[in-house]
């Protein structure tokens, strides 16, 4: 795991493996509007391999709010060893639902995390139906990450809560299974710098809370990344960060980094603001590194990177941690 490769920036990444994606996996599931949609990404050789949820966002283009998007980090890492287990969640634009008098329409918050719940409960059946995959995968190790709306859903996953008092609904929505999580650019706290935009047309938003996530966490923000959309202080989105409690939390902040880090979401996708193709390559590696010395004990992987990443000449990113 020493070869450094121009789609790492640079960074000490394990060799590429050829990958093999399978689609749709379809699950039932009771009550769930339509059927959950997964895409799962795999080296084609390899095993002890472990599992990462990756939770898209919540934009508005066709396709990459879907299974479908985030080629550029979900190929990258399943081609350095991780089975990618992508769902559709119910927010997605090809599904349709996000206008539909449905409960908890559009982000659909809650469904997003049982969705993750779902995918967790039918591992099994899911890694079967993916021809060649099964016996080679470690299902007690699993990570998740999340972009966007994604990086909420795996702040849920790891103990953050939406604490709306006319919400009647279960509040933890936390997963143990999930060892480490990774979350890029998600939102943050409703305090007087948040939109009343926002407050009307996603109103849990104004509940959300991080006291009791207790999960080891990467938090990814861009010193970029202000929408007075949502938030006019630019820490919102590294607010998961600040407000959970210490001992296992990380911080990634990538600068000059806009909402889409340079196109994590899709190749050459028209809604990145801030295309660089190298930041992309650094992020990928980054998380690939941060998640194999997580749940590798012993795997010295982030140590390596967070020392190249402070030996660049060019600074990309800076890493604090508590």
Do not use: C
Request: net charge negative; proline share 8%.
């Amino acid at each position: 795991m020493s070869t450094t490769y121009a789609d790492a920036a640079g960074f000490p990444v394990s060799d590429p493996t050829p990958i093999l994606s399978h689609s749709p996996v379809t699950i039932e599931v009771p009550g769930r509007p339509v059927p959950l949609e997964i895409k799962v990404s795999a080296p084609v050789t390899g095993t002890d391999l472990p599992v990462l949820l990756l939770s898209h966002g919540h934009g508005q283009a066709n396709f990459i709010s879907s299974m479908r998007g985030y080629g550029p980090v979900a190929d990258f890492w399943a081609a350095h060893g991780f089975v990618v287990v992508q769902p559709t969640h119910l927010d997605s634009t090809v599904l349709g639902l996000r206008g539909e008098d449905l409960p908890d329409a559009p982000l659909f918050w809650h469904d997003r995390a049982t969705d993750m719940h779902t995918v967790l409960d039918h591992l099994d059946e899911i890694l079967a139906a993916v021809p060649g995959l099964p016996g080679r995968v470690d299902t007690e190790k699993v990570a998740a990450v999340g972009h966007s709306a994604g990086g909420h859903t795996v702040s849920l996953l790891l103990g953050s809560q939406v604490s709306d008092p006319d919400d009647s609904r279960e509040k933890d929505l936390s997963d143990p299974r999930v060892k480490a999580g990774v979350i890029i650019g998600g939102p943050g706290v409703a305090d007087e710098h948040f939109s009343p935009w926002a407050a009307e047309h996603y109103p849990m938003m104004k509940h959300i809370g991080f006291e009791r996530m207790t999960g080891t966490a990467l938090v990814i923000a861009g010193d970029d990344d202000l929408n007075p959309h949502f938030s006019s202080r630019l820490s919102y989105r590294w607010d998961s960060y600040t407000h959970s409690p210490g001992g296992n939390k990380t911080l990634l902040t990538f600068l000059g980094a806009g909402h889409l880090f340079g196109g994590i979401s899709g190749y050459d996708a028209a809604e990145t603001s801030d295309e660089n193709p190298e930041r992309v390559a650094g992020l990928r590696a980054l998380v690939w590194a941060y998640l194999r010395s997580r749940l590798f004990p012993g795997d010295t992987s982030w140590d390596v990177a967070v020392k190249a990443l402070e030996a660049r000449e060019t600074p990309m990113a800076t890493v604090e941690t508590k």
